[in-house]
Structure formats: C-alpha cells, structure tokens
C-alpha cells in the first residue's frame, strides 16, 4: 500500500525555536521522491523541500532541513529559525515522475510571536 | 512565469446541478494532475494527464466526474449531478518534461454544494 502518515495533527512552537514535523511513508517503489508541501490559509500548495529517495544526503533548503532515512522510511521536516510567516499546514508527500503522489493528512503549525 | 491558475475561486452550487472546474497549467508543462482536498484532510488524487491523454483515471471517485484536456494546456474538471459529499477544495498542479517529480499547485477551487 502506498501510505503517507503524519502523526502530529498539530504543533506549536515560539518564534526563532526549531520545530521537527514527523512523516513516514510507505511504499513499494524503489526509485520515488519525497516532498514537504506548506499550505496557508491562502490554499496555495508551495514546494518547501524535496528529497531523492536515491541520494543518501539530507536536503537543505535555508532554514528547512530533513532528516531522511530510507531503511525506516521516515521523512521528517526540521526548521530552524522559525518565523511567523512559517505558520500554515504542512503536508508530507511521495511520488515518482509521470505519476500521482501520496499526501499525508497535514500537521498545522502554529508560531508563537 | 505564470504560476497554475484555476478558476472560479469558489463555487456555490445546489444539489443536483452539473458543475465545470478550470485549470490552467503552467505554460510548456506537459502533465496535469487534480487532487481533491476535504475539509480537514490531505489531498486525494482523482486524475492526471500526460499531454491530452490521461493514462491515470483510478482516483475519481464516480462516474458523476470526468475531465478533459485538449490542445495539451487547460483542462476542465465536470461533476454532474453534484452530491453535498462533492464539498471540497478542487487542486490542479502541473510538472514540465525535465522535472517530472515535481508538482506546481494552483490555488484551488473551493466548490460548496447546498
């Protein structure tokens, strides 16, 4: 079964503080890609990250990192630094070229000023 | 560019009545995908397009929907005889040739069926 579950439904965290954003998928696929979509109240779905099953390095994107590990197929989303425009929910997703992609259900951040 | 833009923004409808949503993928991208979003949830696919084609249909949910795409560009989702279980934010995203595993949202439909 292709599944992409984000236990945390919701989380809070004090503006400059890091937060970690759990994910874990499942999959039979060899060759995918794993991405973290942030959606505001706006409902536009941005590209935060992305990430090559294949590649073994941790993607960076500024202030967004992830902590991948394959064998456990467990994806999640550290920001640093966090902002007050950071603040919307977050979806965990995989999927491969030519392709549909799997969401998880979303974890609403929230950031404290 | 450009960014995927769909229309209307939102939709209010009554039970029953047939319904056309638009999207407009970024230009030069050759795969279209829609999603639909519940209340609450993540999103669920429903179909995807390669060119004109849609070699994956398995995600919509009844025969009550379909969607086209012609000249390889807009595609129009249809729901006919919408059901208030059709309420939902309506995504189309679209991915070019070279970065095939990457997906560009638009902004959504929010349909609402009385």
């Known amino acids: 079964a292709q599944t992409v579950t984000q236990s945390q439904p919701e989380m809070s965290v004090q503006e400059a503080e890091t937060v970690t954003l759990s994910c874990t998928y499942d999959?039979?696929?060899?060759?995918?890609?794993l991405f973290w979509y942030k959606q505001p109240p706006s409902r536009q779905m941005i590209l935060v990250i992305r990430q090559e099953a294949y590649k073994q390095q941790n993607a960076t994107e500024n202030r967004f990192s992830v902590n991948f590990q394959k064998a456990a197929k467990s994806f999640s989303l550290k920001i640093s630094d966090s902002q007050l425009g950071d603040a919307a929910m977050y979806f965990c997703a995989h999927g491969r070229a030519f392709n549909k992609f799997y969401f998880g259900s979303g974890t609403k951040l929230n950031v404290k000023p | 560019g450009a960014g995927v833009s769909q229309s209307p923004s939102n939709k209010v409808t009554e039970k029953g009545k047939d319904v056309e949503l638009r999207c407009d993928p970024i230009s030069g991208h050759t795969a279209l995908y829609w999603y639909r979003q519940s209340l609450g949830q993540g999103l669920e696919f429903l179909i995807y397009?390669?060119?004109?084609?849609?070699?994956?249909k398995s995600g919509l949910p009844s025969d009550r929907f379909s969607a086209e795409r012609t000249g390889g560009s807009v595609s129009t989702l249809t729901i006919q005889r919408t059901q208030q279980e059709d309420s939902a934010v309506y995504l189309c995203?679209?991915?070019?040739?070279?970065?095939?595993?990457?997906?560009?949202f638009g902004p959504g439909t929010r349909l609402l069926v009385l």
């Open positions: 397009f390669q060119g004109n084609s849609a070699p994956d």
């Open positions: 995203a679209s991915s070019d040739l070279g970065n095939q595993e990457t997906q560009y």
């Open positions: 999959t039979s696929e060899s060759d995918y890609y």
